[in-house]
């Protein structure tokens, strides 16, 4: 069964006709800008949940939010900003701990033997013949099965100009790694979200890089806090946009609990133990 990437509630923190009216001022920006690739799968489909514009927001809310965040504003969301380890700072330049967190999931289909390389290329049609023996003719009547969790989670931040550094550094070594084939490969998955004007080298292997590090982090993790690989997600945000790079991972956990989780991935990520869990 599958279902998309989940909607954290850092990601849409606007109710009713608050989130109608920023996605319809949002709505003519992101058909401009995708002009190159308009026919594309993630253009066509326009989730608000998928866009670039919007994992950036969620990725600077979890810097933001660490600032002004109040109880009142944002019950769901807790951020905690901590100091980066001293053997870590070269590599690693923010770590916020994430107390709190609400996550929405949504079931809107399945599949069978292999999945689909492009999972939302019918909706929300799709959906309805899936999903309901008769399918609703009227809009209001169209919904998804969808419930609430709440974790926590842990957010780092690398140094983007070490990651520019180790690019030249390796520039051989990428070259051979990172073919044509592998960036194609790339772009062909949707949950990368790769750029508006198509994947490159430079964007791949910052990808390569985030991507390989949080799933080596996340099996270290298990070990550390006792939870399972499968209760551990990842959310990755990452740009090689020159004026506005990124480079982060969200790991955290969720529970159906109405309390989310106990707290044990937040505690490594302190100063006095994350350090000694990287490196290990």
């Given at each position: 069964?599958?279902?998309?990437?989940?909607l954290l509630?850092?990601?849409?923190p606007?109710?009713?006709e608050?989130?109608?009216?920023?996605?319809?001022?949002l709505?003519p920006?992101w058909?401009?800008c995708?002009?190159?690739?308009?026919?594309?799968?993630?253009?066509?489909?326009?989730p608000?949940w998928?866009?670039?514009?919007c994992?950036?927001?969620?990725?600077?809310?979890?810097t933001s939010?660490?600032?002004k965040?109040t109880?009142e504003?944002?019950p769901n969301?807790r951020?905690?900003?901590?100091?980066v380890?001293?053997?870590l700072s070269?590599?690693?330049?923010?770590?916020?701990?994430v107390?709190?967190?609400?996550?929405t999931?949504?079931?809107?289909?399945?599949?069978?033997?292999e999945a689909?390389s492009q999972p939302l290329a019918?909706?929300?049609?799709?959906?309805?013949?899936?999903?309901?023996?008769?399918?609703p003719?009227?809009?209001?009547?169209?919904?998804l099965?969808?419930?609430?969790?709440?974790?926590e989670?842990?957010?780092?931040?690398?140094?983007h100009?070490?990651i520019?550094?180790?690019?030249?550094?390796y520039?051989?070594w990428l070259?051979?790694?990172?073919?044509?084939?592998?960036?194609?490969r790339?772009?062909?998955v949707f949950?990368?979200l790769?750029?508006?004007?198509?994947a490159?080298?430079?964007?791949?292997?910052?990808?390569?890089?985030?991507?390989?590090?949080?799933h080596?982090l996340?099996?270290?993790f298990v070990f550390?806090?006792g939870y399972s690989t499968?209760?551990?997600?990842?959310?990755?945000?990452?740009s090689?946009?020159?004026?506005?790079p990124m480079?982060g991972?969200?790991?955290?956990t969720a529970a159906?609990?109405?309390?989310?989780?106990?707290?044990g991935?937040?505690?490594?990520?302190?100063p006095?133990r994350?350090g000694?869990?990287?490196?290990r």
């Amino acid at each position: 069964m599958t279902g998309p990437e989940p909607l954290l509630s850092f990601k849409t923190p606007f109710k009713g006709e608050e989130y109608y009216e920023i996605w319809g001022r949002l709505k003519p920006r992101w058909r401009a800008c995708s002009l190159p690739i308009a026919r594309s799968f993630r253009q066509e489909r326009n989730p608000l949940w998928q866009s670039p514009i919007c994992l950036r927001s969620e990725g600077q809310s979890s810097t933001s939010f660490a600032r002004k965040l109040t109880p009142e504003g944002v019950p769901n969301l807790r951020v905690i900003p901590t100091s980066v380890p001293t053997e870590l700072s070269a590599w690693i330049s923010k770590v916020n701990l994430v107390e709190r967190l609400r996550e929405t999931r949504v079931f809107y289909g399945f599949n069978r033997l292999e999945a689909s390389s492009q999972p939302l290329a019918a909706m929300p049609q799709s959906a309805m013949t899936q999903l309901f023996r008769t399918p609703p003719s009227q809009p209001q009547d169209c919904w998804l099965p969808a419930i609430e969790v709440f974790g926590e989670g842990i957010y780092l931040e690398f140094n983007h100009d070490r990651i520019a550094q180790w690019q030249v550094e390796y520039r051989d070594w990428l070259q051979l790694r990172i073919n044509d084939q592998f960036v194609n490969r790339l772009n062909d998955v949707f949950q990368t979200l790769p750029p508006l004007a198509g994947a490159n080298r430079e964007w791949a292997s910052r990808y390569l890089l985030v991507h390989s590090f949080a799933h080596i982090l996340i099996n270290q993790f298990v070990f550390e806090c006792g939870y399972s690989t499968a209760s551990l997600r990842e959310r990755l945000y990452v740009s090689a946009d020159s004026t506005a790079p990124m480079a982060g991972i969200l790991i955290y956990t969720a529970a159906g609990d109405s309390e989310g989780t106990l707290g044990g991935l937040v505690r490594l990520g302190r100063p006095e133990r994350l350090g000694d869990v990287v490196r290990r």
